[in-house]
């Protein structure tokens, strides 16, 4: 029997961590290769993990809601001897993934003293937080040595590292010093009495990717906005009437395809709205196809679902699209491409859309275009008051690489589309 150690692999496009969503294994379960032992989910959308070989489980890393770096201690399995050896040759991507137990025997003294940071072995909690109650002093001089999920868990909660005691090796902090730390942050005494009952709801998952992700936008992107009413009553009519004649696998028209339809007009205009920052290389990636993002509630939170190469696609097809991935997102089905690849972004709250909105952009594009509420209202038009359908488009733009004018200018080509729709439907040559 041997020891096979399975590291997170690198589960592409640039991933470095994932967050365990749920273990489907325990300690003592028998697996066979290819079992789904765990869900993890990366930046871009939820990932089931296979076992790697067959055996019984002898632990697991990490609970759910923790970060697994890539290359990190997963999951260690009890094998027949070679089998470690034979799942290797059969997966070169996790050849590096694997080492029998037996190979930590036979390691240098030196090794043994100074073990790499993914073959620490914690401490139980009670132990973890007796070593620390012992040492009574926190850290508070020399470098704080840990790893990056865990420094980053504790800038999330705002916990300085320095005043933390670490357990492991050379006073290194490991992930029971941090919970311990953490529960103690949180058994403190309120300043304020009299509150009443307080459910504490840990941030985990694609509501914590949400929060990040917000974060980093608003933190990052100095972002202008800019509101236009437009008078859809035309639009509202044009709509109805395709509606009683649509066949019977067509969708039911909303809004949203329309207003799709002419941004996808209005940005080969203004193709410099199209683009993606990437702040790494400092590069502005200006697209010739158009990605279509479309903003869906989903139980989860907030997802972005992807109309791919939309502006190839007609009415009847964007807004079959449009509602395919939206229902693929709110279920849970949708795949890493649908949730991925958008050079702009449409967000509306349908029926609560308000009168106005401040939408945040979804880095790395550069632009949002926000949809309001359709409502009634008293205009003036030919010197005589009348009522309208009017409806707000509230758009947001990286005002670094998109200037007043030209977000100004292409809601105004938007707003010419939406307000005489039948030059939706010409083509761009002829215009």
Known sequence: MSEYIFKLPDLGEGTVEAEIVEWHVQPGD???????IADVMTDKANVEVPAPVSGTVLRTSGAPGDLVAVGAELAAFETEAGAGVAARESNPAVEQDAEPAQKAESAPQAA?????????SEPPPQQSQQIAAQRKMPVTSGKVITSPAIRKRAKEAGLDLTTVAGSGPRGRILRSDLDAALTQQLEAPAVVSGIGPVEEIKVIGVRRLIANRLQASKREIPHFAYVEEVDVTALESLRQSLNARRADQQPSLTYLPFIGLGLIKALKQFPEVNS???????VLRQFERIHLGVATQTPDGLKVPVVHNAC??????????ISRVAEAARTGSA??????GSTVTLTSLGRLGGITSTPVINAPEVAIIGVNKAVQRPMVVDAAVTVRLMMNLSSSFDHRFIDGFIGASLIQLLK???EEPALLFIDQATE
């Open 312 to 321: 190839s696609r007609t009415l009847w097809n964007l807004a079959s699209e």
């Open 335 to 340: 795949t890493r491409q649908e949730l991925s």
């Open 30 to 36: 028998s697996v066979t290769e290819g079992d789904i």
């Open 112 to 120: 043994i003293e100074a073990p790499s940071a993914d073959r620490v």
């Open 416 to 418: 010419d589309y939406l």
């Open 276 to 282: 993606l920052f990437d702040s790494e290389s400092g």
